[in-house]
């Protein structure tokens, strides 16, 4: 390659680096965990558990189930009960802001009277019990396979036993707010909901992990503030533009 061609080439790295750091660096980081800092079979204690979470023999850091190096939560819902197990951490969100967490479902046949897997919420307190604290649920696993957003919509199917790379977009105008979902880097479309209770909605100050029936890991939660750090279709024609002339040169 000659020498302007690598300079050329040097001088692009360089801005889609300074592109991919720069959103990064704008994002702050409103709450991130990975379970590495505590011991395993305890508590973490950072965390406030509820309901059947507070059954310390079945909730716990735990290893990967996939991966015996790497920390985990397991929580743990009581079989055939209407026994969930909850997790929750104090957050202070911001109107707009980007989940990004991995959630693996166990595979136990869920017969209770909430029968399904993992889910991520938006919680006021520490306490769930009576449907005194609200909460808006983000996603959730349901028992039957599917996916399903924030209220009723189904966003696609999943299978138990594996991880999967959850990322939710939340952003809140009024009472308007949208939410857009991927899995495992796929875009699983965007919801859109009237906020009934702005109150209720401002009042959110936890964020959850928890399942309903069974066993669910959680693992690599991060929850940035802002929009979801995704090159913009525009810069990424700005970058292959860039490439076109360098490509010519190297044909020569
Ligand atoms: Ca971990």
């Known amino acids: 390659m000659k020498y302007y061609a690598r ?55 735990a290893q990967d189930p996939l991966d015996s190096g790497n920390k985990t939560l397991r929580l743990f819902g009581s079989m055939g009960g209407c026994w969930a197990a909850l997790a929750y951490h104090p957050i202070s969100f911001t109107a707009e802001f980007t989940v990004e967490t991995r959630i693996y479902n166990g ?39 599917a996916v399903r957003a924030t ?21 809140r105008e009024g009472t308007d707010l949208s939410l857009r979902y991927w899995v495992d880097g796929d875009d699983f479309g965007e919801v859109h ?12 100050d936890h964020f959850e992990l928890s399942v309903q029936e069974g066993s669910a890991y959680f693992d690599d939660l991060e929850v940035t503030e802002g929009s979801a750090p995704i090159p913009e279709p525009a810069t990424l024609g700005l970058i292959g533009l860039g490439l076109i002339p360098l490509i010519r040169r190297r044909r020569r």
Not at 40 to 45: E, V, Y
Not at 193 to 204: A, M, P, Q, R
């Open 7 to 61: 300079k050329y080439l040097l001088v692009l790295m360089t801005a889609a680096i300074g592109l991919g750091l720069g959103s990064q660096v704008t994002a702050e980081v409103m709450l991130a965990e990975d379970f590495e800092a505590y011991d395993l079979g305890t508590w973490p204690s950072s965390w406030v558990p509820d309901a059947n979470a507070n059954d310390s023999g079945n909730n716990y850091v």
């Open 193 to 204: 909901v009237t906020i009934e209770d702005l109150e209720k909605e401002l009042s959110f």
């Open 151 to 171: 209220g009723a919509t189904i966003l696609g199917t999943y299978e138990t036993d594996r991880w999967y790379d959850v990322k939710v977009h939340y952003y």
């Open 107 to 145: 595979s136990e046949t869920l017969t209770g009277c909430h029968p399904d897997r993992g889910g991520i919420v938006m919680r006021h307190g520490t306490y769930w019990y009576g449907r005194t604290n609200p909460s808006r649920r983000l996603i959730q696993f349901r028992g039957d396979g």
